[in-house]
């Protein structure tokens, strides 16, 4: 069960790694041009865009908020033919 609940987060880890790195492309930016709009650090948002180092939610969307883009969350349920493949 544990080991589902690991995947989901990697799972996760990697869409919100995709999200910062496309929010940036998107709006042509460079990570040192965002991170100081966002009033943060060059490595910082290098970390998010890399993987290394997850934002807090609240820091992903003033993130993509300073690209010109809107952020949103949506909860829906996993298919039960899914939950079985990872189990």
């Not at 589902?4 to 040192?32: E, I, K, M, N, S």
């Not at 998010?48 to 949103?72: E, F, I, M, S």
């Amino acid at each position: 069960m544990a080991r589902r609940y690991a995947q989901a987060a990697d799972g996760a880890r990697d869409q919100v790694q995709a999200v910062a790195a496309l929010a940036l492309r998107r709006a042509g930016f460079t990570q040192v041009q965002a991170a100081d709009l966002i009033g943060g650090h060059e490595q910082t948002v290098a970390n998010w865009v890399h993987g290394r180092r997850d934002p807090a939610v609240v820091d992903l969307a003033q993130l993509v908020a300073a690209c010109g883009l809107r952020l949103r969350l949506v909860l829906d349920e996993v298919p039960a033919a899914a939950e079985e493949e990872v189990a």
